[in-house]
């Protein structure tokens, strides 16, 4: 009766046995194949089975991809959005009350047409007072310059009364009291001369302060009359009538949209390939396509993002384009060549910067840095790569420059 337990026993330790030990025997008996077979395959030494064994447990299984460079269509295709040429908030620049009907948003204006017109209140009677000031000091003029005249005659009078008397006292035949009231008048006429000169630029200088004057209440008058300034829409309703309008007051807002801005973000890896001039399409979101060509590339880039903003400018003459529209924007651009890749197969190196894994001539992984040009269904468009390039898109993430690989490639798979 113990018999049984000890041959189950040795049963279960040679199963043991063989399944720890000789696994690999185990399962090519299990499949059916000799020893001898496997025996006459191997063609190489004891001594070279050991080296190379190593060796090829050593190398790491990737999947490659054989990829050759193909030219990439001569297009940037940016995402934007469609901008108003100009849109102006026009507010007041005084105090006062809306005296005119509100003219309603969607209206169409002209340069100059009225928007708001504002109560004028005691402006034209201070415009009129300015105005009379002005015609005073004006009066006043013609009698200061002939006060200088005269001044000037009686200096010419008295410096020629003064010159007979010096001669006539130095012969004898004048007193000194002639002389000395001669000299006196002489002076007295120079002082009418400065008297009169004041008199004559106060008066100049009061024409001046009624000028400065009129052109304050007739500016005054003329923000009276806020106005349209250029042709475009009311995007909002003007002010209501009755409405307190003060420095800064909302009058309405008005956007010119016959010429319209189609404004996209170029990324720096493309932005040189944008020039002013390039023509340029764009596709709204509701289907429609418009043409026309860049005006602006922005020289700095935004601090967030790292893109650029691109400005195209198209004619918009029936204005069906509105402002504010999604646009997907192709622009005309020197054409290059790239590789189309799964995206999965981009990486970093250590230093953190993009590229990929390739296997170089002696079965060894490598890096290059790559720069991504385009990002679509298909995979990601590259460039940095040679013309011909064996790249690694499965196991990557294992492998390190010089590591040995045992590549596979994608296309014998499929």
Not at 20 to 40: H, I, S, T
Not at 180 to 193: F, K, L, M, S
Not at 194 to 213: D, F, K, P, V, Y
């Amino acid at each position: 009766m113990r018999l049984i337990p000890l041959v189950t026993a040795i049963a279960v330790s040679a199963g043991l046995y063989f399944l720890v030990l000789q696994r690999e025997d185990l399962f090519a008996f299990a499949r059916g194949e000799a020893a001898a077979e496997a025996a006459q395959t191997d063609t190489g030494t004891p001594a070279e089975e050991a080296e190379a064994a190593p060796a090829a447990e050593k190398r790491v299984g990737v999947v490659v991809k054989r990829s050759e460079a193909r030219p990439l269509d001569s297009a940037v295709i940016l995402r934007g959005q469609t901008q108003a040429a100009r849109q102006v908030e026009v507010r007041a620049e005084t105090t006062s009350t809306v005296l005119s009907e509100p003219l309603r948003k969607g209206t169409q204006v002209k340069a100059g047409d009225l928007l708001c017109e504002l109560d004028p209140g005691t402006r034209l009677a201070a415009h009129q007072e300015a105005q009379a000031r002005l015609l005073e000091a004006r009066a006043r003029t013609p009698e200061a310059e002939a006060k200088l005249e005269e001044a000037n005659a009686r200096l010419k009078e008295a410096t020629i009364n003064l010159t007979a008397a010096e001669k006539l006292s130095q012969e004898g035949y004048a007193s000194e009291t002639r002389l000395a009231a001669a000299r006196a008048a002489e002076r007295t006429a120079v002082a009418g001369i400065a008297a009169a000169q004041g008199g004559l630029e106060t008066s100049r200088a009061g024409i001046e302060s009624a000028l400065a004057l009129v052109a304050s209440t007739s500016k005054e008058i003329d923000r009276l009359r806020i106005t349209a300034p250029f042709d475009g829409l009311l995007e909002s309703d003007t002010a209501e009538i009755g409405s307190l309008m003060q420095p800064g007051s909302l009058c309405a807002t008005v956007i010119q949209l016959d010429t319209i801005k189609v404004v996209g973000f170029v990324p720096e890896t493309e932005v040189n390939r944008v020039h002013l001039g390039a023509l340029a399409g764009a596709e709204l979101a509701n289907g429609a396509r418009v043409q026309g060509e860049v005006t602006f590339v922005s020289r700095s880039a935004d601090p967030t993002t790292r893109t650029f903003e691109v400005e195209i400018t198209v004619d918009n003459p029936d204005l069906k384009i509105r402002d504010g529209q999604t646009a997907d924007i192709v622009i005309s651009a020197e054409g290059t060549k790239a590789h189309l890749l799964p995206q999965s197969a981009l990486t970093l190196n250590n230093d953190g910067r993009l590229g990929v894994r390739i296997v170089r001539e002696d079965q060894t992984a490598g890096f290059v840095l790559v720069s991504l040009l385009r990002d679509t269904a298909e995979g990601v468009w590259v460039s940095g790569l040679p013309e011909k390039a064996d790249v690694i898109v499965v196991g990557q993430d294992f492998v390190t420059e010089g590591v040995p690989v045992a590549p596979t490639y994608q296309e014998a798979m499929q």
